[in-house]
C-alpha cells in the first residue's frame, strides 16, 4: 500500500506554517515532508537513495528558488516512479499562463491559494479528503 505521506513544495515559511495548522485543524494525521526549494523536492524524491520517499500526494508552489516549479512537475511526470502521483499546484498566481502551462505539464489539480485562513483550512480539507480519501490511486506501490 502507497505511503499516505504529503510532500509540500513551499518556499514561504508563513505558507508552510499555515498549511501545517490547517492540516493539523483537519485532524489530518499523514506525515507531512517539506521540501523549501525544487532541488530539495527533487532530492527527496529521487535523490536519497537510503530514505526515497514516495508520497501519496505532491503539494507544489510554482514560484521557488533554484529549481521552479513548473520544471519539479515535469521531472516528477518524466519519472516512472512519479509518473501517476498525484500532483496538486497551489499558488497565489492569477496568470492563466501558469495555470495552463501547470496542466500542460501534467499538474491533476490547479488551486489558487485562499487569503482568508477559514477558507484555506477548508480548502485543504477538501484537498486532502479527496486525494487521500475518495481517490483511488493509479497505483497502491
Not at 508563513?14 to 494525521?29: P, R, T
Not at 507544489?60 to 518524466?78: A, C, F, M, S
Not at 482568508?116 to 481517490?135: A, G, M
Amino acid at each position: 500500500m502507497r505511503n499516505q505521506s504529503i510532500l509540500l513544495v513551499e518556499d514561504n515559511p508563513d505558507d508552510v506554517a499555515l498549511m501545517l495548522h490547517a492540516l493539523k485543524s483537519n485532524n489530518m494525521s499523514n506525515d507531512i515532508v517539506i521540501a523549501e526549494d525544487g532541488q530539495q523536492a527533487l532530492t527527496k524524491l529521487f535523490g536519497n537513495v537510503e530514505n526515497p520517499i514516495n508520497p501519496a500526494l505532491i503539494l507544489l508552489d510554482l514560484n521557488l528558488p533554484i529549481i521552479r516549479g513548473l520544471e519539479v512537475l515535469k521531472k516528477v511526470r518524466d519519472n516512472e516512479k512519479t509518473r501517476l502521483t498525484p500532483v496538486v499546484v497551489m499558488t497565489s498566481s492569477l496568470e492563466l499562463s501558469d495555470r495552463y502551462s501547470s496542466y500542460r505539464c501534467g499538474a491533476n489539480s490547479y488551486i489558487r491559494k485562499p487569503v482568508d485562513f477559514d477558507e484555506f483550512v477548508k480548502v485543504i480539507h477538501e484537498l486532502s479528503r479527496y486525494w487521500l480519501q475518495i481517490n483511488c490511486p493509479a497505483l497502491d506501490a
